[in-house]
């Protein structure tokens, strides 16, 4: 009859270990999950500043491109008629030719470019998707609707436009957030929340 060493003998986990696995478990959870979510909702403030930022000098450069007035404002709405003082900016945006300056997409009022003997059709070109449940992006001064970039690249919209989230990846009572600067020249920057505290650099507040 053989004997297996006492050595070699395999032997459970006592329930002091696993109290102690399970102690330090929680303890890496509590700090990394908040840590983890602090870090997926400034990623995601500064990447919805950064689409914005990238349709606004996309909006510049068609102006300057085409010598016609270009929108970028509020309301993913496309359809003729459709206008920048519906709603907020969370729910989407869109660039659009504003040929008659109206702040409007109309039929009929652009320069007949296609020589067919008719005015053209003020063209839509580009939109935005609302952002997720839970965030917003509000704007201040000039740009609290709209953004109108003139044929030169200028604008006389200046202002700062903030996304922050208010549910959504909140950390207890902490938010983020980052923010769009337009200057009159036209140029726009990004302004991150360097100091953390849940407003950027430049904006009086998170939600404007």
Known sequence: MRHTPANTLQRGITLIELLVTMSIAVILLTIGVPSF???MASSKASSYANDLLIDINY???EAITRGARVVVCKGAATAAGSDCTTGHWEAGW???????????????????RNADGAA?????????????TGWTLRGNGGVTNRITFLPDGRTTNIGTLVACNGTELSV??????SAVVVNV??????SPDANNNGIPDDAASCNL
């Open 37 to 39: 979510i602090d870090f």
């Open 59 to 61: 909006a510049r450069s």
């Open 94 to 112: 869109k660039v659009f030719e504003d040929c008659n300056d109206s702040e409007t997409i109309n039929t009929a009022t652009c320069p007949d």
């Open 120 to 132: 053209d059709d003020e063209e839509v070109l580009r939109t935005h998707a609302a952002l997720s």
């Open 172 to 177: 207890g009572n902490q938010t983020r957030s």
């Open 185 to 190: 020249t036209g140029r726009a920057r990004v």
